[in-house]
């Protein structure tokens, strides 16, 4: 069956500008994950949808970010005037129930704003 | 805070030679502990995880063992290929049923015929 997907592969923006990010999880799948990973280092934890509702968005690094997944399926990163420091991949990761605790990935979504 | 330590790569290995890539965690309660793996141009992938003490996880020829009195869970391979080249994520997650998972800084192998 069809995996995480994200789009786009790869955003590039200057500094300021907004910019959105799109996950797919996987049909089915309740939890959904949003993580930034920054060159050279492991995944961190941005936020955490529970069926429609973020149950934990404690990563999120300033108010400048937003995710929303109206429907419980889809969701959307959304970052506002963005800083070069911003420059990261987006990973997307879901699981069939927050306990269940396997988390799928997608590929991700490189963001560089010069 | 919850953290988890990995040896720094990269790690550089002839074929068949024997892998180990540590990795040591800190954590409250008893997390589940992952292997991820990210192959180039790929995303992460599950290689393999534990769910509680003793308890060995093992995919593709790999092998990591939970040990709580060490508070480690190190990867190991006794015969690499070039296709394992990749960098590897050593993860954990809590138990509390709120589980984004904390990771490691992951560990760049390199495998050369």
């Known amino acids: 069956g069809a995996g995480v997907s994200q789009t786009p592969s790869n955003k590039v923006t200057e500094k300021g500008k907004y910019v959105e990010l799109r996950c797919d999880p996987i049909s089915g799948h309740t939890a959904l994950y949003w993580y930034r990973q920054s060159l050279g280092q492991g995944p961190e934890f941005l936020i955490y949808?529970?069926?429609?509702?973020?149950?934990?968005d404690s990563g999120l690094p300033n108010d400048r970010f937003f995710a929303v997944r109206p429907e419980g399926s889809v969701s959307t990163l959304k970052i506002q005037r963005t800083e070069r420091g911003d420059s990261a991949v987006y990973l997307c990761?879901?699981?069939?129930?927050?306990?269940?605790?396997?988390?799928?990935f997608g590929p991700g979504t490189r963001l560089t704003v010069l | 805070g919850d953290s988890v330590t990995q040896m720094e790569g990269p790690v550089t290995l002839s074929e068949e030679a024997f892998l180990t890539i540590n990795c040591t965690y800190t954590a409250t309660g008893y997390p589940s502990l992952f292997w991820y793996v990210q192959y180039p141009g790929e995303g992460l992938q599950l290689l393999l995880k534990?769910?509680?003490?003793?308890d060995k996880g093992s995919n593709k020829g790999f092998e990591a063992t939970y040990r709580k009195e060490t508070t480690s869970f190190h990867l190991e391979k006794g015969s690499v290929q070039v296709s394992d080249s990749a960098v590897y994520f050593c993860a954990l997650s809590t138990n509390s049923g709120n589980t984004p998972l904390v990771f490691g800084k992951g560990t760049r192998l390199s495998v050369i015929a």
């Open positions: 949808f529970q069926g429609t509702g973020a149950a934990d």
């Open positions: 534990a769910t509680k003490a003793d």
């Open positions: 990761a879901s699981s069939l129930t927050p306990q269940y605790n396997e988390q799928f």
